[in-house]
């Protein structure tokens, strides 16, 4: 609790780490830039004084040439090299951040990765922090400098003339308001622009993803009207934030620029009653009334680093996403008990009620039931995906909840509906991240049934996939998967629906694939298809928000009237048969 509440820059101090010395020496450099701003008002006034009074001399006039010109040079190279440093300090810094969620997503449950969409997250790892990048490597610095020149000319103006020096500042102080109001504006503003910027790149992964579809449908960009409309909803909720502080802005900048109003008609009537001479009523009159338009990028300051915090709180979120930390090791035995589990997943519709289960160690089951009777879930709560709400989840009698979570991870393989393929090579896709010899993964390869098919990819083992293993079908994806946890070699194996993407050609290929994998494995298999229940010791049925039995196939069939209809169904599909004219016999 106590670090949500902490100071925006504060915490980006800290996520930069180290790095934080660049930072602070950019904001020094930056500063010193700022004093160096001085130069040319000091000299052009030291100008108007001595031709005024007829005293100017070539000595005079050179000073004044050096003085403007090596105090500009001084303040850029400072600023340049506050921009060096700056930019150094930030990618590291959105470097360590970028890691820090990305090692965080690792170890948050998945449930809560999957309940957050891919462009809420993408949002987060690149817009939101390519703000930080902007905030760190330009605003900061900006800032100091911007706000160090008007300062040091303020001293040097009290230095001429107090009282004016004073009333040069009566336009600052009507704009401050002003600036927080601006600020306060975007800040409340800025979650809608967020969530509709999250919505946008949701829809675009959805968008690109879909293409296959959308061509094969014909629907053409026009009609994909959740992708028109996620623009527009963007482009309103900018267009509404301009809306609301335009206004602002133009009163920000017509207040600081009204310094002249002030300080011509006072300083002329000084002037006129012999009070200041000449040289001091030209250098209110023009440097007193402009220096503050020094301070005329803070407008836009303000609304970055309003951009700037609110992405920051979607990094605080995703950072504060609970992990599983410490337990113990994993059990000897890799039997699975559900005991009286009660779970949902938005803490209103109850998805498993009172669900119970035994299985043994080295024992195969198959989990059936309708389209969304909860077979997934018990599998995620055996994986500990999610938490259950009441009751246990046991492998080898310990809870989940004590089992240290990354060795839970490593004893349960799991072969998913969706096959997702890595961008490397198929070697690097099987042996994902462990260190396995080639020997080693073509010899769960071939137990795959995929070694022959990778071997003629015309680079073999090291044939890149390509973007969602798009050069694969989805039969080969699966038997790579299928390899992958061949290598693995976990002792607890959950497949869900693995075989649905095959042909019958595949089918067999994938059959012989899966048997090798599940070898004196304990394997749950999620069957959509009942062929499955064939390679299984036990079945199980999910149906009513509950494990409703479980038991062979031959005890099902004679005990359990939604199992023995099913089946039924599952002949009778099987039996079918097509005549000539495609008519059904
Ligand atoms: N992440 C989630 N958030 C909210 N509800 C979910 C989530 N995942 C699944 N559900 C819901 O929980 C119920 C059980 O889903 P589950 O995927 O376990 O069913 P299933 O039997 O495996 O279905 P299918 O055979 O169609 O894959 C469904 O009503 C589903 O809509």
Known sequence: MHKNREKPIKLLLTWAGSDKWYLFASVFCAFLSGLFVIGPYVGIYHLMDAVLLGTLTRKGLTDCIVLVSVTTVFRMVLLGLSGVLSHKGAYNALFRVRCMIIEKLA??????????STGEIKTVLNENIEKLELCLAHNIPELVSYLTGPVVIFIYLMTVNI?????SLIPLFLDIPVM??????????????????ADFNSVMVEYVRGMRLIKAYRMGSKSFKKFREAILDENRAWNKIAKKTAPLYAVFILLLESGLLLLVPLGGRLFLHGSIPASVFLLFSYIGSLYLTELLPLQQLSGNFAQAFSGMNKVKEILALPTFEGGDDFPESHDITLKGVHFSYDGKINVLENANLSIRDGEKIAVV??????????????????DVDEGEVLIGGKNVKSIRYETLLQHISLVFQKTFLTRDSVFDNIRMGRHASLTAVREAAKKAQIDDFIMSLPDGY????????????GGEKQRIAIARAILKNAPILILDEATSAADPENQMEIDKAI????????????????????MCDRVLVVENHTISDMGTHDELLLRNRNYRKSWESYEAARNIRYGKGGDVR
Not at 375 to 386: C, D, E
Request: aromatic share 6%.
């Open 180 to 197: 927080m109001a601006v600020f306060q504006k975007m800040s409340a503003l800025l979650p809608e622009t967020n969530a509709s910027l």
């Open 462 to 473: 090291d044939t890149k996939v390509g973007s969602y293993g798009s050069r694969f079908s």
């Open 107 to 116: 170890k948050v449950p998945l449930g809560y990765v999957s309940e957050r």
């Open 369 to 386: 039931g309708a389209s969304g009777a909860g077979k997934s879930t018990v599998a995620a709560l055996i994986a500990r995906f999610h």
């Open 163 to 167: 009282p004016l020096a004073l009333i």
């Open 515 to 534: 048997k090798n994998l599940c070898e004196g494995k304990t394997v749950i298999i999620i069957a959509h298809r009942l062929s499955v229940v064939g």
